[in-house]
């Protein structure tokens, strides 16, 4: 018997929501559970005897936004993987939900592939990254890159902590009283060696390597 996996989404814009459940149906092995217009009324939908698997929440809706929504299921209900519906990539608004529980994120306009792609991936290795052209193992490491968290300098070490908060990268260089140009190149490296390549996916390695 197949092992049918849950899908329930919060999103304040109705024609959105449902065609997404309608696309999330046609998956083989998902089916969506319920769909809801903001977080207050996602979380009174919630039966024990049968949770979602995933919660894909959006970030700004009324009532009860995403971050409130977040923090209340990774409190409640920690089983829930939580992926983030952003329509674009702002920085600060997903990092600010990956500190409230989310596993990864994934944008209004990815392709149905990569919307699989990241049930799939969330749901087998616990967290999701969504860095453009990169292939990605269960650490969050490229499998090219011989970087692992033990292999970081001091200041790498603290730059990556950082980025999990919502300072800019000018108060990053400053909390860590170095140019801009240091900080760049301390980023740099940090790219090379975890494999990543956004700002977004360093701070969801920090948090699951439990450095925040």
Known sequence: MTDVKYIAIADDHAMFRKTLAILINLFPDYKVLFDAPNGKDFISRLDRKQLP???????????MDGYDTAAWLHNNHSQIKILVLSTMEDETSIIKMLRNGAKGYVLKDADPHELKYSFD???????????????LSNTGLNQSSPGT???LTQPETEYLKYTATEMSSKEIAGMMNISMRSAETIRD???????????ISMALFAIENNLV
Do not use: C, W
């Not at 698997?53 to 009532?63: E, F, N």
């Not at 991936?121 to 990169?134: A, C, I, M, Q, T």
């Not at 490296?189 to 700002?199: D, I, P």
């Open 149 to 151: 968290i033990f292999q």
């Open 121 to 135: 991936e969330v749901l087998s290795h616990e967290y999701f990254y969504n860095d453009p052209g990169k292939e």
């Open 53 to 63: 698997d995933i919660a894909l929440l959006d970030i700004h809706m009324p009532v």
């Open 189 to 199: 490296s940090l790219y090379q060696k975890l494999g990543l390549n956004t700002r």
